[in-house]
């Protein structure tokens, strides 16, 4: 059973930023592949960036060049910078991986931008 606990979400002005942390219950090491997701009121959830075990990455459009997802396996922790962030960015934040076909989330964090 794996465990995942976000934090690192708040209240920020737009064009702040934010650095949200993802700790699993276990290694990850042997995981694949890490992702962080969001979901605004009323949208379905969407992908925001995916690393990978061999440290590959990518991002959704929207965030390019603004977000940096990065994984440290001593922590057993995944995070994601954002920075310049926008009101378009306010959603919970989750942390994701699967495997053999099952989905694993953590609680969510909530990120809100306003002025």
């Known amino acids: 059973q794996v465990q995942f606990v976000e934090s690192g979400g708040g209240l920020v002005q737009p064009g702040g930023s934010l650095r949200l942390s993802c700790t699993s219950s276990?290694?990850?090491?042997?995981?694949?592949?890490l992702g962080w997701y969001r979901q605004a009121p009323g949208n379905q959830r969407e992908r925001v960036a995916r690393?990978?075990?061999?440290?590959?990455?990518n991002y959704a459009d929207s965030v390019k060049g603004r977000f940096t997802i990065s994984r440290d396996n001593a922590k057993n922790t995944v995070y994601l910078q954002m920075n310049s962030l926008k009101p378009e960015d306010t959603a919970i934040y989750y942390c994701n991986t699967a495997i053999d076909a099952t989905q694993y989330w953590g609680q969510g964090t909530q990120v809100t931008v306003s002025s």
């Open positions: 276990g290694s990850i090491s042997g995981f694949y592949a």
């Open positions: 690393i990978t075990s061999y440290g590959n990455t």
